[in-house]
């Protein structure tokens, strides 16, 4: 990933402020179809969920706009009901499940969230505006915007760790910082993906890997294909979709099956979707998305009827790390959890942060204070087995 920018020196800056728009309101904007335009999730993507994941989120975007009225960037955020304790699992507290019963609102916040509500975040800098400037004006009036929105609670989300430097303008202003379940990131750079496991793992880790892929050796029906469109069988792929989410013990969004139609659709250029079939039966699929040189695994679906004896995660990732290779991908990257069998495949950390901010100053204390022993990444013992597990802090 290339670093992150600074703009021109603060002395020679215009001014800068910051107001709600609607999506309406951005038909037809050019700094908002420019937004993300390096990125895999670029404005499509955020229009896409706009369009299909409504139920528990209320979209909307900041123009950021200068002295002259002009909209210079767009930085889409969310308004969503946050659990605060949900990725610690609150219903595990008895206390807390006593207050809730009088309190069914306790610990729970409307919040003001800048992100994207399914995936790792990014400021929208512009060629026009540097990414510091687009920090520095949101930092300026995004509490008294949260305010106007009876927000709260101000959440950056999930932002890679690369912003910490030009995000330390939000630390300055009362935020905190904390980090949110990684995502992963493995070097691919092999002729093979027997190469990969020669060269890149340890002999024990061999050996298991190879036990795991030898369930499904002797099995010659299970078959691959790739496409980027998935619309005719997207009946196929949502059922396996909600085994695994349903299998999750941490869950923020809830994908749609029109997410899924529509993300081929009209992304097909960014978009690709592994199916593997044993038979005609679906077994297993992913949704995969391309960025430079890097493959993003972002979402996996399996039939836990075959799944677990085939150990078809192992089989899938071997499949989807040789397309990546065969395609000239140099890194595999993945989204967060299921972390066991990434650390024994070598997969390096990619730390994701939650920057995080009560409106109240008097519970703004005491957030700061909290929020680093509430996220869950504290607390997985997996991930503490990372060599680069400190960087998440």
């Not at 910051?18 to 404005?43: H, N």
């Not at 100053?361 to 700061?368: I, V, Y």
């Amino acid at each position: 990933m290339s670093a992150i920018r600074p703009g021109v020196p603060s002395t020679h800056r215009e001014t800068f402020s910051i107001s709600v728009v609607s999506r309406a309101e951005l038909s037809g904007c050019a700094p908002w179809m420019a937004t993300f335009a390096d990125q895999r999730k670029d404005y499509r993507y955020y229009e896409i969920l706009d369009d299909t994941l409504r139920d528990d989120f209320d979209y909307r975007y900041f123009a950021i706009v200068d002295n002259k009225g002009h909209i210079r960037a767009v930085q889409p955020f969310f308004l969503v009901d946050q659990d605060i304790l949900e990725g610690l699992g609150a219903e595990r507290f008895h206390w807390i499940s006593c207050i809730r019963r009088f309190y069914p609102r306790f610990l729970k916040l409307r919040t003001l969230m800048v992100g994207c509500s399914a995936g790792e975040a990014h400021l929208a800098a512009t060629e026009n505006l540097p990414v510091d400037i687009v920090a520095e004006t949101l930092s300026n009036g995004i509490i008294a915007q949260a305010s106007l929105l009876n927000a709260q609670l101000v959440v950056l989300k999930e932002f890679p760790s690369r912003y910490r430097k030009i995000l330390h303008c939000f630390v300055q202003c009362g935020f905190a910082r904390a980090p949110s379940m990684p995502m992963t990131v493995l070097d691919i750079g092999y002729d093979s993906f027997d190469a990969y496991m020669a060269k890149a793992l340890k002999s024990s880790s061999r050996r298991k890997l190879r036990k795991k892929l030898a369930a499904t050796a002797g099995i010659s029906d299970i078959r691959m294909s790739v496409t980027d469109d998935a619309t005719s069988f997207v009946d196929e792929i949502y059922p396996l979709y909600l085994q695994v989410l349903g299998r999750s013990r941490m869950q923020f969004e809830k994908l749609t099956k029109d997410f899924f139609r529509q993300v081929g659709q009209r992304m097909s250029d960014k978009v690709r979707f592994f199916a593997w079939r044993r038979g005609n039966a679906l077994v297993a699929f992913s949704l995969c998305m391309v960025q430079g040189d890097s493959l993003y695994a972002e979402y996996v679906g399996f039939d836990y009827a075959v799944a677990l004896d085939l150990h078809l995660y192992h089989y899938v990732v071997r499949d989807m790390i040789s397309w990546g290779i065969g395609n000239g991908f140099r890194w595999f990257r993945s989204s967060g959890l299921n972390y066991d069998p990434k650390l024994h495949m070598r997969h390096r950390l990619d730390p994701i942060d939650l920057y995080v901010r009560h409106t109240s100053a008097l519970a703004n204390a005491m957030f700061r204070f909290a929020l680093p022993w509430i996220v869950p990444a504290r607390y997985d013992a997996t991930l503490r087995l990372f060599p680069d597990y400190k960087e998440l802090w």
